[in-house]
């Protein structure tokens, strides 16, 4: 209670307070005061009473004494009327020795009626006492004057409290007005206003005022110099930021031209080598053929790093969720990795799991893939194991290794873009630093949980955390159909580069399809003029020569008057990885093949292409 009034007092303006401080104590004063000498009064009130009551009652005593001792009853009655007739006598008595009561003069005493004041005074005789007066006095004068006093008292009470308090908010007003304006001043001040206050207080509070005025001229000051040097290093950040855009987007740039630059030649050299290869006996030839073709899986496997991400910052990848079996992913990453790690004569353990998750199953493969590509890559002695466990709600993977291990200070970078740790005893080809940060995105992209712990020189884990899904029927799988017959097959080719249209040339021919070719926009309505009938399916680059563009050949091509109620297989093959040139093939909703493709992918994507046609006609 006491802690709550003074929670409650602390609240409490200073003016009210300061009042409080002046009242209370000229309150108690004042109470005290007046309260002795109203107490003062009534003592002598009293004092004065009984005076006169035994003043009474001696006259009565000496008027009595002689009829008393001749008993004269009606002398006594007259002594006791005389006494009675004194202002505030309520009755007369005169008793005998014995109390025996023999004259009286006033009223009796009724239950209920006031005390009176009563006096007993002796009637002395020579020898011995006669008898004795009772007088009662009456008090109601003294109740009276004692009303009327503490009236008074209260009367007084309320005017000087009053008073004193109209002084004391005066007084408070006084001190707790200037800093009251402090107050208002530093509220204005912490809102960024350049403010002063008057110098009009007493001594204390004027020193208060000057200090307060020094402080906020300082503070001003301060923040001049602050903005300025926030102005300052806001346009230098702008700068920075400016540049580092700028850099950023020249990377882009360069990776985006280098890829689409060199995926060129080395999409020509996958088709001149698949071609090569077709019916070739000689094992020496089929030797060094496969030795490029591994040459060009290799620089197909660093392009495609670039590809990935270049889709993902394009926004051109959306995840496809579906409730898959965990168990399946791990059965293709085993058959996938397990001849390459006892290659190496490592041991790659796939625990086997009966979990179902939710989540795309594309993503979640690609970014297995490159943990476990990447744990092989940095292992020597041990192995590789990959397993599942209960993570609450959802599913944590995890992919172990017992390889060189990640220092403290790389555990956060390894996940940047094109950062790699030196690491004298890892096999294989040094990559572009690009399938961790890969994951990085895929995992933002999938808003899966991605954690790694690892120690130097004992190894590394890496785990994602994702939703659990719901066990779903299998549905019965269809078997394979056979390999599409292009005998027949009227292809267009639609390409800037000789090299690559002669390399795609080869391998369709090869297929027995009948194939046309053109390096432009004008050569194809050329074609399109002159054929009794359209082609069956159209493959073409996205960029051509003169800035053209492979999407609005495909456009004008099915507007022309020859292609009337016919419908095309658009297939388009590119080396882009720009991401608005990634945009723009997803919002054409067009099959897309990424240079270099292989002859059995290419097959494959012109298959399902014409399916889907033969499917919407």
Not at 136 to 148: G, K, Q
Not at 334 to 360: C, G, H, I, M, Y
Request: with cysteine; net charge neutral.
């Amino acid at each position: 209670m006491v802690r709550k009034f003074r929670r409650q007092l602390i609240r409490m303006p200073l003016a009210i307070r300061l009042m409080l401080l002046c009242l209370l104590p000229a309150f108690v004063a004042i109470l005290i005061v007046m309260s002795v000498l109203a107490q003062r009064h009534i003592s002598e009130l009293q004092a004065l009473t009984d005076g006169s009551a035994r003043a009474v009652a001696r006259q009565v005593a000496t008027l009595a004494h002689d009829p008393l001792v001749r008993m004269d009853r009606r002398a006594l009655l007259g002594a006791a009327n005389v006494g009675k007739q004194q202002p505030g006598v309520r009755q007369v008595q005169v008793r005998t020795e014995d109390g025996e009561i023999v004259a009286q003069a006033g009223r009796w005493s009724k239950p209920g009626d006031p005390l009176g004041l009563e006096v007993l005074e002796p009637i002395a005789g020579d020898l011995k006492q006669e008898g004795e007066v009772m007088v009662e006095f009456e008090l109601d004068s003294i109740e009276a004057a004692r009303r009327n006093l503490w009236l008074t008292v209260v009367i007084l009470l309320g005017t000087s409290s009053l008073g004193v308090g109209l002084a004391g908010w005066w007084a408070a007003r006084r001190i707790s007005a200037p800093i009251r304006k402090l107050a208002e001043a530093v509220d204005e001040l912490a809102d960024g206003g350049d403010v002063r206050v008057p110098v009009d207080a007493t001594a204390e509070v004027g020193r208060l005022q000057r200090g307060f005025n020094a402080a906020a001229r300082a503070l001003a000051n301060n923040r001049k110099i602050m903005q300025t040097q926030i102005a300052a290093a806001t346009h230098e950040l702008g700068l920075k930021n400016s540049q580092l855009e700028a850099a950023n987007q020249g990377k882009t740039r360069l990776l985006a031209a280098a890829s689409h630059d060199l995926r060129q030649p080395l999409h020509a050299l996958t088709l001149f080598s698949d071609s090569l290869r077709t019916g070739e006996t000689d094992p020496v030839r089929l030797s060094r053929i496969e030795s490029i073709q591994q040459c060009v899986s290799s620089l197909d496997r660093l392009f495609s790093e670039l590809l990935n991400l270049s889709q993902i910052d394009a926004g051109a990848v959306h995840p496809q969720r579906v409730d898959m079996q965990l168990d399946r992913l791990f059965e293709e990453i085993s058959r996938n990795f397990r001849p390459v790690a006892e290659e190496q004569n490592l041991r790659l353990v796939v625990r086997k799991t009966e979990f179902w998750v939710n989540t795309d199953y594309v993503m979640l493969s690609r970014i297995l893939n490159n943990l476990v590509s990447n744990a092989l890559r940095h292992t020597v002695d041990g192995g590789i194991l990959i397993g599942a466990r209960r993570a609450g709600a959802d599913i944590r993977i995890e992919v172990w290794d017992t390889g060189v291990g990640i220092a403290p200070e790389h555990q956060e970078k390894v996940f940047e873009e094109f950062y790699q740790v030196d690491a004298p005893s890892a096999r294989g080809a040094r990559g572009l630093g690009l399938g961790l940060a890969t994951v990085r995105r895929l995992c933002d992209l999938l808003g899966m949980d991605l954690q790694l712990r690892s120690r130097p020189g004992r190894g590394t884990v890496v785990s994602v955390v994702v939703p659990r899904g719901q066990p779903v029927v299998p549905q019965p799988v269809p078997e394979a159909a056979p390999p599409m017959d292009f005998s027949g097959i009227v292809i267009l080719v639609v390409d800037d580069e000789p090299n690559i249209l002669e390399g795609l040339s080869l391998v369709l021919r090869s297929w027995g399809a009948t194939v046309l070719t053109a390096e432009s926009r004008s050569e194809v309505m050329a074609l399109a003029d002159e054929w009794v009938s359209p082609p069956d399916v159209v493959v073409t680059d996205l960029l051509l020569r003169d800035g053209e563009n492979g999407l609005e050949v495909l456009r004008e091509l099915e507007r022309h008057p020859k292609m009337r109620g016919r419908s095309l297989a658009r297939l388009l093959v590119t080396g882009e990885t720009k991401p608005d040139r990634l945009r723009e093939i997803a919002d054409a909703r067009i099959s897309v093949l990424h240079k270099p493709v292989a002859s059995a992918i290419l097959r494959a994507a012109i298959t399902q292409a014409m399916a889907q046609r033969t499917a919407s006609s």
